[in-house]
C-alpha cells in the first residue's frame, strides 16, 4: 500500500472533530515544504533554460530602474 492510500485510510477512521486538525496539520506541513524548497533555491548558477520560465513575467512599471539596479550590482562574468 502507497503512503497515500495509508494516509487516506487514515482520515477516513479520523473521528469528524479532528479532521480540520489534520487539515491544518497537512496544510502546514506543505507550508514548510514549499518555503525551505524556496529557501535552497538559488538563482546563482542557473543556467538560461532554468530562467526561461520567467520569461515575459514582469508585472510593474519600474523596469528602467530595475535594470539599471542589476546592471549596477551585477558581477563580472565568470568563464
Same mark, same amino acid.
Given at each position: &500500500?502507497?503512503?497515500?492510500? +495509508?494516509?487516506? *485510510?487514515?482520515?477516513?477512521? %479520523? =473521528? =469528524?472533530? @479532528? +479532521?480540520?486538525?489534520? +487539515?491544518? @496539520?497537512?496544510?502546514?506541513?506543505?507550508?514548510? /515544504?514549499?518555503?525551505? *524548497?524556496?529557501?535552497?533555491?538559488?538563482?546563482?548558477?542557473?543556467?538560461?533554460? $532554468?530562467? +526561461?520560465? #520567467?520569461?515575459?513575467?514582469?508585472?510593474? $512599471? $519600474?523596469?528602467?530602474?530595475?535594470? *539599471? %539596479?542589476? /546592471? $549596477?550590482?551585477? &558581477?563580472? =562574468?565568470? #568563464?
Amino acid at each position: &500500500m502507497t503512503s497515500k492510500e +495509508l494516509l487516506i *485510510q487514515e482520515i477516513e477512521t %479520523l =473521528p =469528524p472533530e @479532528l +479532521l480540520t486538525e489534520a +487539515l491544518n @496539520l497537512i496544510r502546514e506541513i506543505k507550508t514548510s /515544504h514549499i518555503a525551505k *524548497q524556496s529557501s535552497t533555491n538559488n538563482l546563482r548558477g542557473s543556467t538560461a533554460e $532554468d530562467l +526561461l520560465e #520567467f520569461a515575459g513575467t514582469w508585472s510593474g $512599471d $519600474d523596469i528602467r530602474e530595475c535594470l *539599471q %539596479l542589476v /546592471h $549596477d550590482t551585477r &558581477m563580472p =562574468p565568470e #568563464f
